[in-house]
């Protein structure tokens, strides 16, 4: 967008009529063209650098969502069965129902054995995994910030030769503020222009 504004002003029959202005708009529009490179690089050192490890980063919880909801699975049918067991503990102690209580002991087993391997395996696996978050993503926002040092340097630099090549005409700021000053009142008396 800003390189249009430039290309805007170039376009403009004042900088054929006026070096020192077509000199101006030339050192904007070449200022300009260097921060949108730089601004690109930027963006694509980001998106390899944060963006897409992020992404990979992500892909990982669907699995662990799923592990969870196993869990939770496990931990639902260990408890319909601990409940089977239960009522028939508070049942009288006849045949028919020793029978079945040994029934749902036995079936209660194999579930609370895939519960609690379910329940050890997340225990030992979240901490881990929340404690590699760091490591994982500690080069991202190194590269992240090292972009943005790069980048805020290059438009330091950028903006410095800009001032340079805009400051060849030898106004000191005073000069340059009271013709600013100048020129806004001007503007200022325009009948089109509202009091504030």
Request: proline fraction near 4%; include cysteine.
């Amino acid at each position: 967008m800003l390189t249009w504004i430039s290309l805007d002003l170039l376009s403009n029959p004042l900088c054929e009529q006026d070096q020192d202005f077509l000199n101006m708009v030339t050192a904007l529009d070449t200022a300009m063209k260097r921060m949108d490179a730089f601004n690109q690089e930027k963006v694509n050192q980001i998106q390899k650098t944060v963006i897409e490890p992020l992404k990979k980063f992500g892909s990982v919880f669907p699995s662990l969502n799923m592990a969870v909801k196993r869990r939770e699975q496990a931990l639902q049918d260990y408890r319909r069965l601990q409940a089977k067991v239960e009522k028939y503990e508070e049942k009288e102690k006849t045949g028919p129902v020793l029978a079945k209580l040994h029934q749902a002991r036995e079936e209660l087993r194999p579930v609370r054995d895939d519960f609690e391997a379910k329940n050890k395996q997340l225990l030992d696996e979240m901490p881990r995994f929340y404690n590699s978050r760091l490591d994982y993503f500690q080069p991202s926002f190194e590269s992240l910030i090292r972009a943005q040092v790069v980048y805020y340097s290059e438009m330091h630099k950028i903006f410095g030769d800009l001032t340079q090549q805009l400051d060849q005409s030898g106004h000191p700021d005073e000069q340059r503020e009271q013709e600013n000053e100048a020129k806004l009142s001007e503007l200022r008396a325009l009948s089109i222009v509202a009091d504030d």
